[in-house]
């Protein structure tokens, strides 16, 4: 049930929304149960059997925090956090580390025919942040109720943003449809709804038929020409951003009609003038993790130069081992470590760089490593390198016109979330952002792409 699908915007979203209602007008303090309820029937509508894995992760953290709070013990948040992150392992990278130690002659490397639960690396990192927070005396305790909304909370349980518990919490204990401005927050939640589905539907969809068959022929084997690679990797770098930032604008959309406001989570990253400026844009809510749960944890910048070079290499390389249990994910995170620490030794060296030169820098850089992140082998990539390289045939019949509107909006448009925070609060938005979302409906019904590339990860 992806938000881009019919089961979801004509048959869960108008179900969820009219008990929602019911409940914040009739009964207040069955709001939240009513959320948590709906988020546990929308993750169990993939697999009811993921249901129990998820509340006993919620149950299990939520027991370890309350004896925390009577113990103090920190002891119990480390075995906690390690078992989150020994459950993440379990499903996602035991076959990834059997895999390594079959690089090992002789040595016996069983494999777990195990399925990946969805959202799995979005959930555990909620509760890390949660639980680290606790551990510092910088998190209040929550009532199990809470807790569960702030795991599995619908819009963002599966694909994210990820939400530190401080940006979400306290709007739990509002009324949203009595608020001043609960209109207009409905009618800007319908826009950014149906923004989101645009750029996904009417801009992402269409460049998998470009970028799909190209890094699929180079799976098997196949040479790429030059104007095939080039094809790829441009469809694809823009494909990824429009599915994965429509769908994240999706979710805040979501989120703003239940009345809970999440934060942003790209800011227009394909115009970012340096490598740290890319990360301040792109999945930003998880670059706020990685700064403050890991790079930081790792040393950070207080400890000196090589402490810094080196938090930096370990923080990217497991962001990349984050987003796939592969070796192309973990090169991706490398390379781009490799870069945050020449441009940090760069600005170190006070050595200039003009803003148009650093775009285009880090326009290509981000491009050719989307190469890794898209291929599902390094010979895979390769054959992709080659023929960017021009080390194939040149080939024909480039396609471009579905590219066209895609570097637009990505590279000179307005974003989404700018777009709707800027229009004037008047009522009529939501008339508008009706009559988008029935044209996006016709096209996802004329040519349907109920594909998220996310989900894997």
């Not at 639960?117 to 910088?138: A, N, W």
């Not at 269409?206 to 799976?219: D, G, I, K, R, T």
């Amino acid at each position: 049930m992806l938000f881009n699908s019919f089961a979801f915007l004509l048959g869960f979203l108008p179900l969820a929304l009219g008990l929602h209602w019911l409940a914040e007008r009739f009964a207040p303090q069955w709001r939240l149960p009513v959320l948590v309820a709906l988020s546990f029937a929308f993750y169990g509508y993939w697999d009811w059997r993921f249901v129990p894995l998820l509340a006993l992760s919620i149950g299990l953290n939520w027991l370890i925090a309350e004896a925390f709070q009577k113990t103090k013990a920190g002891a119990l948040i480390t075995l906690a956090i390690v078992l989150n992150l020994a459950a993440l392992a379990l499903f996602k990278y035991v076959n990834f580390f059997a895999d390594l130690a079959g690089m090992i002659p002789g040595l016996p490397t069983p494999r777990l025919d195990l399925a990946l639960p969805l959202g799995i690396s979005f959930f555990t990192f909620h509760h890390v942040m949660y639980l680290t927070d606790l551990r510092r005396g910088e998190a209040p305790r929550y009532d199990l109720v809470r807790y569960a909304l702030y795991i599995a909370f619908f819009p963002q349980v599966l694909a994210g943003p990820l939400v530190r518990w401080r940006e979400i919490m306290h709007q739990f204990e509002e009324r949203p449809y009595q608020r001043p401005d609960a209109a207009e927050r409905i009618a800007r939640g319908l826009l950014l709804l149906t923004a989101g589905l645009a750029k996904k539907v009417l801009l992402g969809d269409p460049l998998a038929e470009y970028a799909n068959p190209v890094f699929a022929a180079a799976a098997i084997g196949k040479v790429v020409s030059m104007a095939e690679a080039w094809q790829g990797m441009l469809a694809f770098t823009f494909q990824i951003y429009f599915d994965f930032s429509g769908y994240s604008d999706m979710a805040l959309g979501l989120a703003l009609l239940f009345g809970i406001v999440l934060p942003q989570n790209f800011e227009a990253p394909y115009r970012s003038t340096s490598i740290q400026d890319f990360w301040r844009r792109w999945h930003m809510t998880l670059s706020r993790f990685l700064r403050d749960y890991l790079y930081i944890w790792l040393g950070g910048s207080r400890h000196g130069l090589p402490t810094q070079i080196w938090a930096l290499f370990a923080t990217m390389a497991l962001g990349g081992l984050w987003h796939g249990a592969g070796l192309t994910y973990v090169a991706w995170g490398v390379a781009h470590g490799l870069a945050l620490i020449v441009a940090l030794l760069w600005r170190r060296a006070e050595l200039p760089m003009p803003k148009p030169l650093g775009w285009l820098l880090t326009f290509v850089f981000v491009m050719l490593c989307w190469v890794l992140f898209r291929a599902t082998s390094f010979e895979a990539a390769l054959a992709i390198y080659k023929g960017l390289l021009g080390l194939a045939p040149t080939g024909t019949g480039f396609k471009w016109r579905a590219l066209l509107p895609a570097v637009a909006f990505a590279i000179l448009g307005p974003t989404a979330w700018t777009l709707v925070h800027r229009l004037p609060p008047m009522r009529w938005i939501a008339a508008i952002a009706a009559l988008l979302f029935v044209i996006v409906l016709f096209k996802i019904g004329d040519d349907a792409n109920y594909e998220f590339i996310y989900f894997q990860f």
